[in-house]
């Protein structure tokens, strides 16, 4: 397994730390570059600007996304680190080394961080031996290694009953890791990017009326996973929540009659009847689940 020690902004920590969420997203303005350090799963640690060469907590990654600023602020909002999205635009024009004048909503990347934990000071971990000064974003390490495996269950240690991120197979197996869970942050943009940015069923790719919208809905303990998601355009996401338009099994789309008899319109969402999704996933793992498109078609649409 590889752990990730990642450079982090003092002020980010502190923040997240105070309110403790079930999601974070290390964002990184000026970076065009895939995050390949680790994969989904693995470890991600917080380690602060020097002077203070501790590792002060971490997170479970998930994935890297790059869209928009204020879709991320949407998706994210007091989890990126900051109270407000004026302070998340100063924050992040403080970082950004090209003209701060020239966009209006950037396109930035997220490192998505499932299950973070914040270590008091007195838990504060020493970087390891081999952490260079010069080190600017950072460095990977792997429990096959005698530092590597240090580092792993230092962090463990430090980890409360009620922080159960990892487990090992037996007394000297390999750490394994288990699967992160989603937050309705991570939900939004792991969604949208499964669904190339476009409406599942209209085929819009104008980003701010798109929705991440889930099946089964949360409040019915429907969960926050890929399969559980379609990525709608605002007005359909709506008739979609309302029992107005479902999908089959079959990925066919199926619009009410109630629409007409509510409202005496719906011609556009009619024509939509009976036709396949246009857009879905392409992994077979993250296209909507038969047991959630079945529980809609009983529990929500309207017939």
């Known amino acids: 397994m590889r752990i990730f020690i ?33 994969k989904q799963g693995e470890l991600f640690l917080f380690k ?31 989890k990126n680190g900051t109270g407000s999205l004026d302070e998340f635009l ?10 701060k004048n020239n966009f209006s909503d950037p396109i930035i990347s997220s490192l998505i961080l499932t299950t973070p934990f914040f270590f008091e000071q ?15 974003q950072g460095k990977t390490y792997s429990t096959d290694t005698l530092e590597g495996i240090h580092l792993f269950n230092e962090v463990q ?15 000297y197996g390999e750490p394994q890791i288990i699967t992160p869970r989603l937050g309705q942050g991570g939900f939004r943009i792991i969604v949208t990017e499964a669904y190339q940015r476009r409406c599942a069923i209209t ?5 701010p009326v798109l929705n991440a919208s889930h099946i089964k809905p949360y409040s019915k303990e429907g969960p ?15 008739l979609f929540d ?23 319109n719906g011609r556009e969402y009619y024509s939509y009847h009976g036709k396949l999704v246009t857009i879905l996933p392409e992994r077979k793992d993250d296209k909507p689940a038969k047991e959630f498109l079945r529980w809609h078609n009983e529990h929500i649409y309207a017939g």
């Open 6 to 38: 990642g450079v982090t902004d003092d002020n980010w920590y502190k923040y997240l730390k105070n309110i403790q969420p079930d999601e974070v997203n290390f964002w990184q303005p000026n970076s065009n570059r895939n995050f390949r350090a680790i």
């Open 122 to 136: 007195s838990e504060w971990i020493p970087v390891p031996i081999s952490w260079s000064s010069n080190i600017v």
């Open 90 to 99: 100063t924050r992040m024009n403080k970082y950004r080394s090209s003209d």
């Open 224 to 238: 926050h996973s890929i399969n559980n998601g379609m990525l709608l355009r605002q007005d359909i996401h709506t």
């Open 203 to 207: 085929g819009e790719k104008t980003l």
């Open 242 to 264: 309302r029992g107005y338009i479902t999908i089959n099994e079959n990925h066919v789309i199926e619009v009410s009659r109630r629409i007409k008899e509510d409202y005496g």
């Open 48 to 78: 602060l600007h020097a002077p203070n060469n501790f590792i002060v907590g971490g997170g479970i990654f998930v994935r890297q996304a790059f869209l928009p600023l204020l879709l991320t602020w949407d998706a994210f909002g007091v």
């Open 157 to 171: 240690k430090r980890l409360n009953s009620n922080t159960r991120v990892f487990e090992q197979e037996n007394q």
